[in-house]
């Protein structure tokens, strides 16, 4: 079955730029998207069809999707940033998520 | 705006059935070309999907719960189901409904959740 997989943590220091992986098999000849989940809340998607920000999520964050990896890319990085970060595509009919990455920012 | 609410039973015994309902509120389900997926999470695991459904009633499942998965749609209701049967301790999770507006950029299938319910805890305890 088609695998998705995220470091497990990423670190970044306030107002620097985090970036978080997202690798599978030929990822970047499908589309990819990305969620946020902040402790005790439910995901909102950040990004989908790869570059696209829904309404709403901040310009700070966009992400790219090449090869096998996708990227979220998260300029200068607030304190409200940290959170769990999942990327998501879809194989053989069904949804397929990354494990996830926990982002500290300290 | 649309808002999702998950609701149904916090507790269900092993081999019973787990039966949810997804209620949507702010808009009509049966209105526009979404789906409506049902999404799980167990305690310290990664997010799993568990299936969907059109607004014409048309259904996909996750091939590793298919066998166990029924979701339905009542637009008279403004709501959509999940009942997964003969559960163990390895379906408790926190269950998510959400919003599947997937769809078709030239050749290539976009498949996203754009709207998710704030989530419900189900214990599968005896």
């Known amino acids: 079955s088609y695998e998705l997989t995220q470091p497990p943590s990423v670190s970044v220091s306030p107002g620097q730029t985090a970036s978080i992986t997202c690798s599978g098999d030929?990822?970047?000849?499908?589309?990819a998207c990305w969620y946020q989940r902040r402790p005790g809340q439910s995901p909102v998607l950040v990004i989908y069809?790869?570059?696209k920000r829904p309404s709403g999520i901040p310009e700070r964050f966009s992400s790219s999707n090449s090869g096998s990896t996708a990227t979220l890319t998260i300029s200068e990085a607030q304190a409200v940033d940290e959170a769990d970060y999942y990327c998501?595509?879809?194989?053989?009919?069904?949804?397929?998520f990354g494990g996830g990455t926990k982002l500290t920012v300290l | 705006q649309v808002q999702l609410q998950e609701s149904g039973p916090g507790l269900v015994k092993p081999s019973q059935t787990l039966s949810l309902t997804c209620t949507v509120s702010?808009?009509?389900?049966?209105?526009?070309?979404?789906?409506w997926s049902w999404i799980r999470q167990p305690a310290g695991k990664g997010l799993e999907w568990i299936g969907r459904?059109?607004?014409?009633?048309?259904?996909n499942y996750n091939p590793s719960l298919k066998s166990r998965v029924t979701i339905s749609l009542d637009p008279s209701k403004n709501q959509f189901s999940l009942k997964l049967s003969y559960v163990t301790a390895a379906d408790t999770a926190v269950y998510y409904c959400?919003?599947?507006?997937?769809?078709?950029?030239?050749?290539?299938?976009?498949?996203?959740?754009?709207?998710w319910g704030r989530g419900t805890l189900v214990t599968v305890s005896s």
């Open positions: 998501q595509t879809w194989d053989s009919g069904t949804v397929v």
């Open positions: 702010g808009g009509s389900i049966g209105s526009g070309t979404y789906y």
């Open positions: 030929k990822l970047g000849h499908k589309y």
């Open positions: 459904i059109s607004t014409s009633g048309r259904t």
């Open positions: 959400a919003r599947d507006p997937s769809d078709y950029s030239g050749s290539h299938y976009i498949w996203y959740f754009d709207l």
């Open positions: 069809q790869d570059t």
